[in-house]
């Protein structure tokens, strides 16, 4: 098949997250299937117009802010003529409303929604334009009866929440990859060592844990913290753990390599997610591939990839103290650590990047032949 995705960003943006990796994480083997994949996506400082990228052929256009416009008019005016069999729309950031212009068959792919806690993250007026388009869109694809792939139970019941019917909705979990994330025998770190992954942004509330570790040192003195990846809230992050008198314990070590992002979960004790909404934990499951248990809140998306209890341990999104409490249970509990690490190994090899790129490109041929 000859398919065109949309998204706003590609793997390579420096913007780029859980989403971009999932896109191409999954539409990478589809491309060695056979098939033709374009991705469509905002340009940013450096990038070329066009490239491929492991089978991908990379389009960038526009920028980042209004990139939906700008996609709507490169659509009509040059992509609807190049004979597509399938439109992917990654709704991800502000949606593409494509079924309003692209007459080809559709289907969506949601993460989350943003909803209310878009406000979290951005200004009255952006935060706004966002929820009202992103109410916009689902109206739009209820409409149209738009086929979605949710990557969550957590995101399916917000779709259909949304108004979606559950005959739209194909749920298709995330997957890791097993020959980079595993685990390795005498790799963790002789002292207590925890670690938060992933983009620095305010509705990921990595605040909150730096809030819980002056009640977690109190009972583990030893203690380091790696905060591991940028992002626009770095600075304000910087700023409270100075304020907290935590220079000597927190490490914000920036972006990091894939390889090193793998030594890392290997060596922690336990990963921790505080963010206050996902459609998936990947780095929970990453992390427990390597042999490490999380916490996490328990909040949708999240409450899905951590088996309270079993692979990790969830926490009441917004209290420290049940934070700090779950935090200390891991680091001084060994018995506790090594049954969740083992359960967290099992857990996360149900999850496979192959196995999801063939339950969508399934999923792409009915919507094709329908």
């Known amino acids: 098949m000859k398919i065109l995705v949309v998204n706003w960003q590609d793997v390579k943006n420096p913007h780029a997250g859980g989403a971009e990796v999932h896109l191409h994480k999954t539409f990478e083997p589809i491309a060695r299937m056979g098939h033709d994949v374009t991705l469509i996506c905002s340009a940013f400082p450096g990038a070329l117009p066009e490239e491929v990228i492991n089978g991908i052929r990379m389009v960038r256009r526009g920028g980042r802010f209004l990139f939906n416009f700008r996609f709507m008019l490169e659509y009509l005016i040059r992509l609807r003529r190049q ?84 005959a739209q ?53 030893n203690l380091k913290l790696l905060i591991i990846g940028g992002g626009d809230d770095r600075m304000r992050l910087e700023g409270i753990a100075r304020d907290l008198g935590l220079e000597g314990v927190v490490e914000f070590t920036g972006f990091v390599s894939e390889q090193s992002k793998v030594q890392l979960l290997q060596q922690i004790w336990c990963q921790v997610t505080t963010s206050s909404k996902e459609g998936w934990g990947l780095t929970v499951i990453e992390a427990n591939a390597c042999g490490t248990p999380a916490i996490a809140s328990n909040v949708e998306g999240l409450r899905d990839a951590v088996r309270d209890g079993d692979t990790g341990l969830l926490y009441e999104y917004g209290n420290v103290n049940d934070l700090a409490e779950k935090i200390v249970q891991i680091l001084t509990d060994e018995q506790l650590r090594q049954r969740l690490t083992v359960n967290a190994i099992e857990w996360a090899k149900r999850f496979d990047w192959d196995r999801a790129a063939e339950e969508t490109i399934e999923l792409l041929q009915r919507r094709v032949s329908s």
Not at 105 to 117: R, T
Not at 171 to 199: C, M, Q
Not at 207 to 216: E, K, R, S
Request: aromatic fraction near 10%; glycine fraction near 6%.
């Open 169 to 221: 909705i194909t749920v298709v979990n995330e997957g890791v990859d097993h020959h980079a994330y595993n685990a390795r025998a005498g790799a963790k770190s002789l002292t207590p060592l925890i670690g938060s992954f992933g983009r620095l942004k305010k509705y990921k509330s990595v605040d909150q844990l730096l809030g819980a570790l002056p009640i977690v040192l109190q009972k583990v003195q």
């Open 83 to 166: 004979d597509f069999d399938v439109v992917v729309d990654d709704m991800n950031k502000i949606p593409f409303v494509t079924p309003l212009f692209v007459k080809k068959p559709i289907v969506g792919i949601a993460h989350h929604l943003f909803d209310n806690s878009i406000f979290l993250e951005t200004n009255f007026v952006l935060a706004s334009y966002v929820y009202w388009m992103e109410r916009l869109a689902l109206a739009v694809y209820k409409r149209w009866r738009t086929p979605f792939i949710a990557v969550s139970r957590s995101t399916e019941r917000e779709l259909l929440a949304a108004g979606l019917a559950s």
